[in-house]
């Protein structure tokens, strides 16, 4: 009966942590607006829902899905956004499905910070972006080792569709589990299971895979063309490496501390441990660390955005760390509670200093009391964790620092996470994708649909030409606007309605139209970018953008003014 009630609030604790990992990724999910990577996804499905035939991406299993919903529903932000977030969420039952190897309790920690940690929520809620392909190849592994041949067959059907992240983790995990088994002479990292029925498991999960790719590689039968895309990862992955490194190399390490240095701390800390006390698994989760972080490094035409293969292992490594921590509990809870609460304080204060140096010159003698206030802090913890460690215990000291600083590094992560994605609905500039811009269509879309009340009682709809502004960002916003037309110039004798140009670019015909520019995206200069102004967007997120504006054109005669005109 115990057991049952354990099982069950082991269950209930997941299921909660879904719950939290579906709120951070669904609430404000259609903010901001898609930028040209998304909406170049997006408008594949778009166009297979309206009976086109696009050029089919490597993201297949996306379009499919999403296709569907907007064959069914009306098209817009949220919708676009949906099947990548509800697949993100479902990370918190990665722990649960391996939790015999991680560990019961640590596969319940890892669970929350999985649902809250900035970079799983931050690509959850971006199309395009390795999440799916994380999340389905670790469930066909999952699936393999429980023996689920018809749910492994589908999850590799949808990983195999889900973009060049697929091929990329695992070219990853598979370097990553041979040198583990090689170097260490041990299969046992993490034990899979045989299979009984060798020829029944393959034959169901050979259905499965192919029933999926079936469905949801032909956009559920709308596009038989999509098939094309089924294989396409792999070719993307290949052509990326003669891209070379689009933004500045340092970002990848920058991403790397910026979002995940609380599970770089850690997991580092407990990959060594398990170095020197042999755990063979802690060896295995380092070794896909090093592994991955490597290749990322080296192979062209990696970004941040790649960190999410090295992100899962080093928090796995990190929880599995902190559950050993936390079994000193029981030698004295009063001393642990109390150095707990004094590193919290100091935590903060260091905090309050690091942002302190932001707003001040290093010229200007408040910096200096910045600075050392800063190395005040950490001084003052250093000297708790001393006094505890000679009073009581080393193993007291760390249980109590790790406590305080576990609750620090939790208010960061929700923090971090809110104000790096949609859910926050001021703007926000991260460096997942760095040759991304910010796209803000807002007075775009409120100039358009003023001019069209003003014109409220003509018979026809007012036109709208699009003029060497052609980007998938810009096809997005217009989509319900008809007619659209994208042209690279307008004759002289053109006389549409509305005309969105680039702001370099003036029409022939400018003389009977009234134009006004707009801001329609920002773009940050990553590249020109100083030590103290990525300090400043690490500490506040503030950094200097670059306007891109358009004009946008009403002809004269569509004006509130010329209403009135005898």
């Avoid at 018809?150 to 990553?176: D, E, K, N, R, Y």
């Avoid at 441990?273 to 660390?289: A, E, Q």
Wanted: aromatic fraction near 14%; charged fraction near 15%.
């Amino acid at each position: 009966m115990a057991d049952k009630k354990n099982q069950r609030l082991y269950l209930m604790l997941f299921l909660a942590a879904f719950a939290i990992a579906m709120a951070f990724r669904f609430i404000h999910l259609e903010q901001p607006a898609l930028n040209d990577m998304e909406a170049s996804l997006a408008l594949e499905a778009l166009a297979v829902a309206e009976d086109g035939t696009p050029n089919f991406s490597g993201h297949i299993a996306y379009v499919g899905l999403t296709s569907m919903s907007f064959f069914i529903f009306n098209a817009g932000n949220f919708l676009a956004r949906f099947w990548p977030a509800l697949f993100g969420a479902l990370i918190v039952f990665i722990p649960f499905l391996f939790r015999g190897s991680i560990g019961r309790v640590p596969a319940i920690m890892l669970a929350f910070v999985l649902a809250i940690s900035p970079e799983m929520v931050g690509l959850s809620r971006m199309i395009g972006s390795p999440m799916m392909a994380l999340i389905f190849l670790i469930f066909a592994i999952a699936f393999y080792d429980r023996q689920k041949p018809i749910l492994m067959g589908a999850a590799v059907a949808m990983g195999l569709m889900s973009g060049p992240g697929f091929w990329l983790g695992g070219f990853i995990m598979t370097i990553s589990f041979l040198l583990s088994y090689q170097n260490l002479m041990r299969a046992d990292a993490f034990t899979l299971k045989p299979i009984a029925d060798q020829r029944k498991f393959w034959f169901q999960s050979g259905l499965a895979f192919a029933l999926t790719i079936l469905l949801v590689g032909t956009c559920f039968l709308m596009a038989p063309a999509g098939l094309t895309g089924v294989f396409s990862g792999i070719i993307e992955l290949v052509q990326d490496f003669g891209r070379g490194h689009l933004q500045p190399y340092r970002l990848i390490p920058l991403a790397l501390i910026t979002y995940m240095a609380p599970a770089l701390f850690l997991g580092l800390w407990g990959g060594v441990r398990g170095v020197l006390l042999r755990s063979y698994k802690d060896i295995f989760l380092l070794t896909w660390f090093l592994v991955g972080l490597s290749l990322i490094l080296v192979l062209p035409g990696r970004g941040p955005a790649d960190l999410l293969w090295v992100s899962l292992p080093l928090w796995t490594l990190s929880m599995r760390f902190l559950s050993k921590v936390w079994q000193t509990w029981r030698f004295s809870k009063k001393v642990t509670i109390f150095t707990a609460i004094l590193t919290i304080v100091s935590m903060a204060f260091i905090i309050l200093s690091l942002r302190s140096l932001v707003n001040f010159a290093p010229a200007d003698g408040n910096w200096l009391n910045a600075l050392f206030a800063f190395f005040a802090g950490v001084a003052l913890i250093t000297a708790i964790l001393l006094l505890v460690r000679f009073g009581w215990s080393h193993e007291i000291a760390l249980s109590g620092f790790m406590t305080g600083a576990v609750l620090v590094i939790v208010a960061i992560l929700i923090s971090t996470s809110v104000n790096s994605t949609g859910i926050n609905p001021n703007p926000h500039f991260e460096m997942w994708y760095p040759e991304e811009a910010y796209q803000t269509p807002e007075w775009l879309i409120k100039t358009i649909e003023g001019v069209n009340d003003w014109n409220a009682r003509r018979s026809s709809s007012i036109d709208i030409a699009v003029v060497d502004a052609d980007t998938p960002a810009m096809q997005w916003i217009l989509r319900d606007q008809d007619p659209v037309s994208f042209v690279p110039y307008l004759p002289p004798q053109t006389q549409v309605g509305m005309i969105i140009s680039d702001n370099q670019t003036i029409p022939a015909i400018a003389e009977t139209y009234r134009g006004q520019d707009l801001v329609i995206s920002r773009t940050v200069p990553w590249r020109e970018l100083t030590t103290r102004q990525y300090f400043t967007w690490w500490m506040t997120r503030e950094v200097p953008t670059v306007a891109n504006e358009i004009i946008f054109w009403v002809r004269t005669n569509l004006m509130p003014n010329a209403q009135f005109s005898p």
